[in-house]
């Protein structure tokens, strides 16, 4: 029953107590008490009442805690990181500046619970961080051999593996001494040949740098492509110049693609990155946005950076060209050097009159003087000088006027290249006496994305001579093109070479990975040529991205010569019709990772030919249909 009196005496303090008993003691305030206080029980309890204390709440009431009540510490935490960077006070940088000086270190220093790596890198895993992709510094003492010091020398490989099999057909004419089969006695025989090319592609540099931001202070780079190629073609005389020779042919070549050092002016840098550096050596080179112009991998020196927060680009550069491999068009450094000499400066300005859309301004000069030249490729046919008009060598000097633009305005992307040649060309090959080069071109494409689609709009100019016998060419003609335009290299007129058989032995309508009517003998060792009939195309296509993996494409080009008097007169013909036909192509590429390393591509395409095109060439079953296939697997390191 003691414990039932407790509440009868609290309840009794307001009332006159019994004289004999003295009053209780007051209640000291709860903030007062400590836990010995609270917990301690009233004298006379039954002992047998004493309990073990309840653990306290802390969160009875939400945001509050109990008085005088101090929770444990979290067991301590101690981490090894030696050598770590003591990060700098938030006001020491503005707000879009955070420098990391050692980021290799973070990640050696991710460790499991064992204190192992938790990234741990493989020669073979392209994917992951990798000392043989420059993931990481090279460590000097695991490479006494290499004269390098301290901590921020990279070492980065790349290989690429690029498989091509492509059946097609174009015109093939009838060799003159002989045909493949009794019943090919015309001007044209069978269209169909074969290609198969496998390319590989292994390069390495050695550089020394701080961030991925910042360029590297020096940079030795090389990079080397083994070609092997496979033809089959129903005639002779298409393959080798000599008629006792076959209609297939293998062949291989080792080329040199890329051999430069870079140097930083490490003191031009600012605090945005902006940089100027120097180049000497093979190394590639593309003058616009599109590779209209020139787009190659050449030997020379090159000066180069940007300002302004990089709003600002300039390039100045010089190149002596080199000799290309006849069948694999690659560089070939046992050859001299061609007599051949390409100035390029060059300036890119973003946000110019428009915002978001960067202009470029460019000024080449192209030095020829190959005109007492005879180079023979590799097949036995003559390339220069083109076997053309009078067959003389030419020298030429043209000066190249571009402006070109790459951007958006508004919810419209749009890309553009105009140029205008101006020059002189020492034999005009029709009349045997010097002319002046005045041509010109334009291109445009614009396109709109709507979610995973774009749809594009494709235009081209490129102006012909119109008289071959006066003392100006007009036809235009780049330095080597290599364009990315209207479909590209899935178009069937970009990627296929159209021989011009009966007006210029050895000569072709136009290049092979080239857009341009130039009446070369070959994009790779020819000289341009600024009497030409020249180009009108007009184009649409669109770009769907069914997945990350899958992107459908497809075109559809309509091409006509801008003037036919230049292959009428080397025809001999009174009058050609301008219409060379429809080109469409379509194309899929998968990507199985969602990234560079494994694609696969596949297209079609087809030209329906027009009356132009008929009334130039024919093929032994009188089809005006030709097309070209292209399967194509390429594997990057």
């Known amino acids: 029953m003691a414990l039932s009196l407790i509440p009868l005496v609290v309840l009794a303090q307001p009332f006159a107590a019994p004289e004999a008993a003295p ?9 007062e008490q400590s836990e010995e206080q609270v917990e301690e029980p009233a004298e006379g309890l039954n002992q047998t009442a004493k309990t073990e204390p309840e653990p306290l709440d802390r969160d009875i009431i939400e945001g509050r805690e109990r008085p005088g009540f101090n929770s444990e510490l979290p067991v301590e935490i101690t981490q090894e990181n030696q050598g770590a960077v003591r990060a700098p006070p ?35 895993d392209p994917y992951n961080q990798n000392t043989y992709k420059g993931d990481r510094p090279i460590n000097p003492d695991k490479v006494p051999w290499l004269p390098i010091k301290g901590d921020d020398w990279f070492f980065v490989l790349n290989a690429i593996s690029d498989t091509v099999y492509e059946p097609r057909t174009f015109p093939i004419p009838v060799g003159i001494q002989t045909t493949q089969d009794p019943d090919r006695l015309d001007v044209f025989g069978n269209d169909f040949s074969t290609v198969l090319s496998q390319t590989f592609i292994v390069g390495a540099a050695l550089l020394k740098g701080s961030t991925a931001y910042k360029p590297p202070s020096i940079e030795y780079r090389v990079t080397l492509a083994y070609n092997i190629n496979y033809v089959d073609v129903p005639e002779r005389r298409v393959l080798f110049v000599e008629p006792s020779k076959g209609t297939d042919r293998l062949d291989h070549f080792l080329g040199v693609q890329e051999a430069f050092v870079d140097y930083h002016f490490t003191p031009q840098d600012t605090d945005r990155f902006d940089f100027i550096s120097i180049r000497a050596g093979i190394q590639p080179f593309q003058a616009d946005f599109r590779g ?7 030997l020379g020196v090159r000066l180069f950076g940007n300002r302004d927060n990089n709003r600002f680009q300039f390039n100045l550069a010089a190149f002596w060209r080199l000799e290309k491999d006849t069948n694999s068009g690659l560089n070939s450094v046992v050859q001299s050097p061609r007599d051949d000499l390409v100035f390029i400066a060059n300036v890119y300005r973003q946000d110019f009159l428009i915002p978001a859309l960067t202009s470029q301004f460019t000024l080449a000069y192209n030095r020829n003087r190959e005109g007492n030249d005879i180079e023979i490729d590799d097949n036995g046919f003559p390339v220069r000088p083109a076997l053309l008009g009078d067959l003389r060598g030419r020298d030429y000097d043209v000066f190249y006027l571009g402006y070109n633009v790459d951007g958006r305005i508004g919810r419209i992307n749009i890309t553009g290249s105009a140029y205008w040649a101006l020059g002189e060309d020492r034999n005009n090959f029709f009349t045997g006496e010097p002319a002046d080069i005045n041509a010109q071109f334009a291109a445009a494409e614009v396109s709109y994305d709507r979610d995973w689609m774009r749809f594009r709009l494709s235009g081209l100019y490129q102006s012909g001579d119109s008289d071959p016998y006066d003392n100006e060419e007009n036809g235009f003609d780049a330095i080597f093109e290599n364009p990315v335009f209207a479909g590209a290299d899935t178009s069937y007129w970009i990627r296929q070479t159209i021989p011009f058989a009966g007006g210029g032995r050895a000569v072709s309508v136009n290049g092979r990975n080239g857009i341009l009517n130039n009446l070369r003998s070959s994009k790779e060792q020819g000289q341009s040529n600024f009497n030409n009939p020249g180009l009108w195309l007009v184009g649409v296509g669109a770009d769907f991205d069914l997945t990350p993996e899958v992107r459908v494409s497809a075109n559809a080009n309509h091409l006509w010569f801008e003037d036919t008097s230049s292959i009428e007169n080397l025809r001999v013909e009174g009058s050609i019709p301008d219409d060379i036909g429809y080109d469409l192509s379509a194309s899929a590429i998968w990507r199985p990772k969602a990234n560079q390393n494994i694609v696969f591509r596949l297209s079609a395409a087809t030209l329906i030919s027009g009356d132009g095109f008929k009334d130039l060439f024919d093929n032994l079953g009188n089809q005006d249909e030709f097309y070209s296939i292209l399967a194509n697997v390429t594997l990057t390191y």
């Open 23 to 31: 009053a209780p003691a007051p209640t000291p305030p709860p903030a």
């Open 90 to 124: 938030p006001q020491a940088f503005s707000p879009d500046q955070v420098p990391l000086p050692d980021r290799w270190r973070l990640i050696d220093a991710v460790t499991d619970i064992e204190g192992n790596p938790v990234i741990r890198e493989s020669l073979l």
């Open 292 to 298: 209209f112009l020139f787009n190659d991998q050449q």
